[in-house]
């Protein structure tokens, strides 16, 4: 009988894909509400933690403003954060006095350019308007 190759390659994938056994970076859920005119239906999608929450964002096509270019000086990226807030970081107080800017803040308020993702989930809602909107309207 001929020799069956034992030191052949494995190529059924079992341990392939893994990348030196580093484990999947954990995601949060993110739910956002439906927005007139950002996000009509509503969207849920899964983000790698560690994540800042505005990239996410514009990553899946909602086109929240960002006047500063990410940089925590217009609080045009506001956001209320309706559920797992708690869990990530709590805003500085850089960004506590941006959110005093912001149109319509409260207890939930968050500038997105602030926060990194964390926890199973985020719910979020956009305001109606930015401060740049409240302004034009
Ligand atoms: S993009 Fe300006 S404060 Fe977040």
């Known amino acids: 009988m001929a020799d069956t190759p034992t030191d052949a390659p494995n190529t059924t994938g079992t341990s392939a894909g893994t990348r030196a056994g580093k484990a999947p970076r954990p995601t949060t859920r993110i739910r956002v509400l439906p927005h007139p005119r950002l996000c009509p239906e509503g969207i849920e999608f899964e983000s790698p933690q560690g994540r800042v929450l505005i990239d996410e964002l514009l990553r899946h096509g909602i086109a929240v403003e960002h006047a500063c270019e990410k940089v925590c000086a217009c609080s045009t990226c506001h956001v209320h954060l ?17 959110i005093d800017e912001a149109w319509s803040p409260d207890a939930q308020s968050r500038l997105a350019c602030c926060v990194r993702i964390k926890g199973p ?17």
């Open 82 to 98: 309706r559920e797992g807030g708690e869990l990530v970081t709590p805003p500085d107080e850089e960004e506590e006095d941006r």
């Open 121 to 137: 989930l985020l719910l979020l809602e956009l305001p109606r308007y930015s401060k740049n909107h409240a302004r034009e309207e």
